[in-house]
């Protein structure tokens, strides 16, 4: 929406700084839209939105303005994923492509007939990794017998979730 001039005019972008830059327990996100929009919004955000921490805020204006962090977080995740994948293989869980996204799509469907939401609660009890069904996402509930996992975490703890997914029976 950002690149249309057309769609631009008429949209709000809602984000979050979160998971982008490593920092989900700090909870400021941000919207990007034209002027005329901006001005309403704020007649209303005063209602929407308390308690965003005043260091953060500041952090993340300081942080951003070298634009090569944020140039560099695409190689970063990519990095973040081929590491996930290479230490997954072998599993039985099959990657879906993927793009523009810090969770990687797995389908399990060699491993398990469950559903997604049942297969993934065993997963979480029995090997202690967590993933979300993606049939949460659907109206009606889709089960294609894909799970979402995230692999923007550290190294070590995607080391420690391929060797309990290996194990996983």
Sequence with gaps: MLSDDELFKRSFII???GKTFHIT???VGYCIAPPDLTNELRKIHQFLTF???????YALAEYIKNL????????????KRDLFLKLISGTG???LG????????????????????????????DCRVASIPVS???????DN?????????????LKEAAERLKKFK
């Design 93 to 95: 869980f099959n990657p």
């Design 15 to 17: 984000s979050s700084f």
């Design 68 to 79: 090569r962090r944020i140039e560099n977080l695409k190689n970063f995740y990519q990095s």
């Design 145 to 157: 017998k894909v799970l979402r996992f995230c692999f923007a975490k550290e190294e070590k703890t």
């Design 98 to 125: 993927c793009e523009g996204t810090y969770f990687q799509l797995m389908d399990y469907s060699s491993l398990s007939d469950e559903n997604d939401f049942d297969f993934a609660v065993r997963l979480t009890k």
């Design 51 to 57: 308690s965003t921490s005043t260091p953060s805020q």
């Design 25 to 27: 327990g700090w909870k």
């Design 136 to 142: 949460v996402f659907y109206k009606d509930r889709t």
